[in-house]
C-alpha cells in the first residue's frame, strides 16, 4: 500500500508533497539541490524557460523521452510506467523536487508518482485550470491537448474545482504533437493543422450571452500541452480569422511557474546561491537532433545534450 501524499498551500495555490516533508526532502539533499522537469519530448522545454525566468538561480535538470514521444496515444497504464521511470531517473540525480512539465502524465499519473516519490511533485493542469478561469469568465473554457489529456477528463475536473460555473469543451490535436517534436510551427501545413483543430471552439451562428467573438462558443483557449506553445503566435491568428477578434489564449507554462516559485519561497527551498543557474538537458534518443529544436523553444542556444537509458519501472 502507497503512503497518503502530503498537500501544502502556498499562497492559495496547492503543491502536493510525497511521503516525506520538504524539511525531509531539504536534510537528504540540501537547499541547493536542483530541479527536475520531465515532459515526454521537446514540450516541457517551455515549462523550463517559465522557470527559468522566475528562479534564475536554480539548476535544473531536464529530462525528454523522446524515444517514446508522443506519450498522449498511450494507455493509462503505459504512461504511468514510463512517468516512474523518467521520475526515477531525476530523483536518483538527487532533484529537491520535480515539475511534471506534460499534460498527458499530470492528467494520468500524478497520485502514483506522489505515492512513490519522497519528493514534492507538480503538474501543468491546475495552474493552467485556475489561468482559465480567470481568463474565461462566465464563458467555457476551450482546451486543446492530446487524445489522453482530453480523454481523461482532467481539464474538466480541474476547471470545476476553480468555478463550477465554468464548463469545459476539449478537443485533442494529435498532429500538433509530431509537428513541434520535428520544428515544423509555420507555413501552410501547420496552418490548415490549427484551423481544422480550432474550428471546434467555434460556431457556424453567432453564440449569444457571453459577449464573445462572432461564432466563438468558449471565453479562452488553453494550450493543454506543453509543445503547443510554439504555436500560440499561430493559434492567435487563426482565432482571430475565425472570430473576427481575438480571444484569450492560456498557456499554463507561466501559471505553473509562478506557482512553484511560491511554494519554494514559503518551504524555504529556495537555492541560496545569487548566481545564474544551470541547466542539463537529458534525452532518451537523437540528442543532437534534440538540441537543434531544442533553442526554439528556451529562446537562445541550449547546453551539450546527454542521451540517458532509463531503468525498468
Known amino acids: 500500500m502507497y503512503p497518503s501524499p502530503r498537500e501544502s498551500v502556498s499562497g492559495g495555490h496547492v503543491i502536493v508533497e510525497g511521503a516525506t516533508s520538504a524539511a525531509a526532502v531539504l536534510e537528504r539533499v540540501g537547499v541547493d539541490a536542483p530541479l527536475g522537469v520531465f515532459d515526454s519530448g521537446l514540450g516541457g522545454l517551455t515549462v ?21 514521444v508522443p506519450y498522449g496515444t498511450r494507455s493509462p497504464e503505459t504512461i504511468i510506467r514510463y512517468a516512474l521511470g523518467c521520475a526515477r531517473e531525476l530523483a536518483d540525480r538527487g532533484v529537491k523536487a520535480i515539475v511534471v512539465a506534460c499534460n498527458t502524465v499530470s492528467a494520468v499519473a500524478l497520485d502514483r508518482l506522489r505515492a512513490e ?20 469568465g462566465e464563458a467555457p473554457v476551450g482546451v486543446l491537448g ?33 509537428l513541434a517534436e520535428e520544428g515544423w510551427t509555420e507555413g501552410e501545413v501547420p496552418r490548415l ?23 466563438a462558443k468558449v471565453g479562452c483557449v ?6 503547443f506553445p510554439l504555436f500560440r503566435d499561430l493559434i492567435e491568428r487563426e482565432i482571430r480569422e475565425l472570430g473576427g477578434r481575438g480571444i484569450p489564449v492560456v498557456d499554463s507554462a507561466q501559471q505553473t511557474a509562478v506557482e512553484f516559485e ?12 545569487s548566481e545564474p543557474g544551470t541547466l542539463q538537458l537529458l534525452v532518451t534518443d537523437k540528442p543532437k537532433s534534440f538540441e537543434s529544436v531544442a533553442s526554439r523553444f528556451l529562446g537562445g542556444v541550449v547546453p551539450g545534450v546527454e542521451q540517458v537509458d532509463l531503468k525498468p519501472a
Open 117 to 136: 516519490l519522497d519528493l514534492p511533485v507538480t503538474g501543468v493542469i491546475l495552474p493552467g485550470a485556475r489561468a482559465a478561469t480567470r481568463a474565461a
Open 193 to 215: 493543422v490549427v484551423r481544422k483543430y480550432l474550428s471546434a471552439f467555434f460556431a457556424p451562428e453567432e453564440v449569444e450571452g457571453f459577449g464573445l467573438p462572432r461564432s
Open 48 to 68: 523550463v524557460r517559465a522557470l527559468r525566468e522566475r528562479l534564475p538561480n536554480e539548476d535544473i535538470i531536464y529530462l525528454g523521452d523522446n524515444a517514446r
Open 222 to 227: 488553453v494550450l493543454g500541452c506543453t509543445h
Open 146 to 178: 492530446t487524445l489522453g489529456t482530453i480523454s481523461s477528463g482532467a481539464y474538466t475536473r480541474a476547471v470545476a474545482s476553480c468555478s463550477s460555473r465554468s464548463e469545459v469543451l476539449g478537443q485533442a490535436a494529435p498532429l500538433l504533437v509530431a
Open 262 to 273: 511560491e511554494f519554494l519561497t514559503t518551504r524555504g527551498m529556495r537555492t541560496t546561491r
